[in-house]
């Protein structure tokens, strides 16, 4: 009796510290982001005024959003031009930087070697730079008429696409993948990282014992690494698409930083959650078929 | 003799799939490493090319058989105006100021967060974690305005605001374009990413032994100094991953410091806004049929990525090493 009073003490006291640990951090939740967010939600139902150094708030209800949906020409535009280039890039960084990581985990000569150059992306692909990187390369490779030369006498991957008679969104498929293998590989780095994080805590007793089973390569990845790996392939599902959103490169999120810039705030909000909500509808329902048809069968 | 030619007859099959097998391997580590390289050259081409393009003068552009030896030298006149045009030395200091300092907090105070939700049970600790998940999907672009309009008068819960009405004396700092906009958010380990950082913290906790910990509870330490002494030298591992993450982003990040300053900008913000400089500086307009500009604007981003490319190669190696051991995915 005694003892368990003892112990509801000392959850008690744990429980306590939790809270004491987590203190600062649900502050810094409610101050820099709770308010943030509702205040943005608020935003976008109104129409905002700079005053001096404040603003004159109106409320307006979903005038702002039926003026983007239905009087903005260029919007919708956008948002179909992003939400096509993300739901391309995803599966492609996902198996890309799946099937490298499983080489690099590998053991061979010069994987250390290899490893760092792959991880290159990671400290350069979030930022400005490599928007001017990838513009100048690419102006240099199309436009100054060097390499024009060049490729006039070299098999273009149109010709290859029709040599191989595919057809139709399959085609198109493939040249914009091979168009844009730049962005899509420098998209890779985090995502290895993790990849190669979720490989190393497979524990290897269970290689082994399929080894002695007799079990191939093959069959060792459907049933041993691919199931151990589903947790993390969430994981880096999701991170993707938050970066794939969210990137600078996207047409929908330069265009409306730069209208952020001369202070038009209430239509960006608008036009922002818009875009966050149908994105994040599409991740909901990949996430949840993910989790329903791969992750749930193996657990 | 049946016998023998049997006997011949199995050996020579046992050698040929010997033989297979191994040639076999042989084609896949070829393989293996013909992707590597080209992928590999994928990664390093856009590399090569602007440090190649920012040691070269623009009459190197009309030659068209250079491709990847510079014939026509202005390494000093590129760096230099591209290192004028940033304001190299101070934008350096911005970053480091502004930018670098909160990574460094923002370490500290993750580890704190995630150390209370990973090694204690409340019962809040359900809430506490979709909250989490939730600042990891929520992009920083969606409350940065919202952000940046309260910063001008920072309050506490509606303190500091309240004072305000009843006494008419307006105490609620503007911290727009000081260091408190950046170091703020990270003190209080809601910065920069934070969400994906406590996270990994999380998970790396939850792995550590419990049996030290407790231990130490015996003996009578509190909670802080349990975490200090036993917790934190055990996690080395996982704060090399955090502070290269933390660091990283940070020195990357345009976006926030485009709204939270409007002079001394870190560099991030400068090589951003590089094109418009050198326009309006040395009267360029970078176009790719002009290559006047480009030697300057590549300099400038060698200039941007050499220090990190510096402090990558020093820690790369623990790096590496350490990816094997954090076990970021749990």
Known sequence: MKKAKKNRGISELKSRYGYLFTTHWIIGIIIFFALPLIQSVIFSFSKIEIVGGGINMDFIGTENYRQILFADANYENWLSSSITSYLYSLPIIILLSMSLALILNQNFRGRLFFRALYFLPVIISTGAVINLIFRTTSNDMSNIGVSDAYSANMISVDDIVRLLDIQGEAAKYITVTISKIFDLVWSCGIQIVLFLAGLQSVPSSFYEASRVEGATKWEEFWFITFPMLSRVTVLVMIFTMVELITSERTTLIRNVYSMMRTGNYDETSAMIWFYFLICGGIMAVIVFLFNRFVTKRYE | ?330
């Open chain 2, 1 to 330: 003799m049946k016998n023998i030619i049997n006997s011949f007859s199995k050996t020579d099959d046992r050698n040929i799939r010997k033989l297979k097998k191994k040639s076999l391997g042989i084609l896949y580590s070829v393989f293996r490493l013909v992707i590597l390289l080209s992928i590999g050259f994928i990664i390093i081409y856009p590399l090569i090319y602007t440090i190649v393009t920012s040691l070269q003068s623009k009459y190197a552009f009309l030659n068209s058989t250079r491709v990847w030896i510079p014939t026509e030298f202005a390494i000093s006149e590129n760096y230099r105006a591209a290192f004028d045009a940033m304001e190299y030395l101070q934008s350096f200091w911005s970053t480091f100021k502004n930018e670098l300092i909160s990574a460094g907090i923002e370490i500290m105070s993750c580890a704190i967060a995630a150390y209370g939700l990973a090694r204690f049970d409340f019962k809040l600790k359900k809430l506490y974690t979709a909250i989490l998940f939730l600042t990891i999907l929520v992009p920083e672009m969606m409350i940065m305005i919202p952000r940046m309009l309260n910063y001008s008068h920072l309050d506490f819960f509606g303190i500091l605001g309240l004072f305000n009405k009843i006494t008419g004396v307006d105490i609620r700092p503007n911290i727009i374009d000081t260091s408190l906009a950046f170091w703020l958010p990270s003190l209080f380990g809601v910065g920069l990413r934070a969400g994906i950082l406590i996270y990994i913290y999380i998970q790396f906790f939850k792995g550590l032994p419990k049996e030290l910990e407790e231990a130490a509870w015996v003996d009578g330490a509190g909670p802080f100094k349990t975490f200090l002494t036993i917790a934190l030298p055990s996690s080395g591992v996982v704060i090399l991953t955090v502070t290269v993450f933390s660091m990283i982003w940070h020195w990357n990040d345009s976006l926030l410091s485009g709204m939270y300053l409007s002079n001394s900008f870190p560099l991030a913000r400068q090589i951003a806004r590089l094109p418009e400089t050198l326009g309006s500086k040395y009267h360029i307009i970078l176009s790719a049929r002009d290559p006047q500009g480009i030697g300057y604007l590549m300099a400038g981003c060698v200039l941007f990525v050499v220090p990190m490319l510096i402090v990558y190669m020093i820690i790369q190696h623990w790096f590496i090493e350490s990816i094997d051991r954090v076990g970021i995915t749990g």
